[in-house]
């Protein structure tokens, strides 16, 4: 009798964690369909192609964007483009010789270009830019 109790018991607990694995993906399922990318992270490897091929395996590459410093946009911008440029070594400021500019508005990118001594080596497309120092020509 109790063989077939811890039986039953086994069968109703490996029911209801199966029910709870379905349920749960089935939430998982519906949030993910109502708030897919909200930063549009994936957007940022089609925009990356051009720079990855500009750009040497082993370069150390400023960033610069007139996104809010500090913002959740601003981190999830800056960690995306960390990611698709690796092995790249992505850092914050305009002081390495090549420096990315990822940009909301187009006029912002001769404004830092000038204020910055940087030329463009990739026109503003998407949103980003990639600039070189004039010195580094």
Known sequence: MNETRAKIALTVASL??????VEAW???????????????????EDRMVAI???????AVVGY????????????????????FLAPRMLVRGTK?????????????VTRVASANGLNVVLPFNNGV?????GSAR
């Open 16 to 21: 209801l964690c199966l029910w709870g694995a």
């Open 26 to 44: 089935q939430w998982e399922n519906g949030y993910q369909s109502h708030t897919r990318d909200p930063f549009a992270l994936r957007a940022q």
């Open 52 to 58: 990855n091929a500009a750009l040497p395996a082993n």
């Open 64 to 83: 610069t964007s007139d996104i809010e410093a500090g913002s959740n946009a601003d981190g999830a911008a800056f960690n995306s483009v960390r990611y």
């Open 96 to 108: 390495p010789a090549y420096v990315l500019g990822l940009f909301t508005k187009p006029e912002n």
């Open 129 to 133: 830019v990639l600039y070189q120092h």
